[in-house]
């Protein structure tokens, strides 16, 4: 079942969001604590996002802002050494818009679960999976990370630094 349609259906289970054709998943915990509640929604952030490549890539990178109550999500994915952005993995707009959707409400579920737990708020996560090896890390901020430039251009000039890295 595509990510389109699992969306349209509005189904809140990330387990059923990954297809099997071939897509890498990332063990998920049971959600009994903050620690495994805010893992859950990170390893869904990156699942969305191994769907969309169809598992077709060597690494996913996920840029997610929670900074002056709004919220932002996007990535990028690495192929060889090719740097791609969502357009140039999926061609279909409805996909990306429903998938920076997804990942945008799960930064909402984020914050309700940092509040639940009386735990600060990241303004600004990055993370980092590869898909070859199956590691994965997360570069979280909690200051201020907006003050100066939007959450876009934040996310634009990493892409920027990662292509110069990869180029």
Not at 121 to 130: G, K, S, V, W
């Amino acid at each position: 079942m595509s990510l389109f349609n699992l969306f349209k259906k509005k189904t809140s289970s990330r387990e059923n969001i990954v297809d099997q054709q071939n897509v890498p998943t990332i063990e998920k915990t049971t959600g009994t604590c903050f620690e495994d509640e805010f893992s859950d929604i990170q390893t869904g952030l990156i699942s969305l996002c191994m769907e969309v490549a169809e598992g077709k890539v060597d690494k996913v990178y996920g840029y997610c802002s929670i900074e002056n109550k709004g919220y932002m999500f996007n990535a990028f994915f690495q192929k060889g050494e090719r740097i791609l952005t969502l357009n140039e993995i999926e061609n279909d707009t409805e996909t990306v818009w429903e998938l920076l959707k997804l990942g945008t409400d799960d930064l909402i579920k984020l914050e309700a679960v940092c509040q639940k737990y009386d735990k600060p708020t990241p303004t600004e996560i990055r993370l980092y999976y590869d898909a070859v090896s199956g590691k994965f890390h997360a570069h979280i901020k909690y200051e201020p990370v907006c003050e100066d430039q939007s959450s876009g251009e934040v996310f634009s000039q990493w892409l920027d630094e990662m292509r110069e890295k990869c180029g």
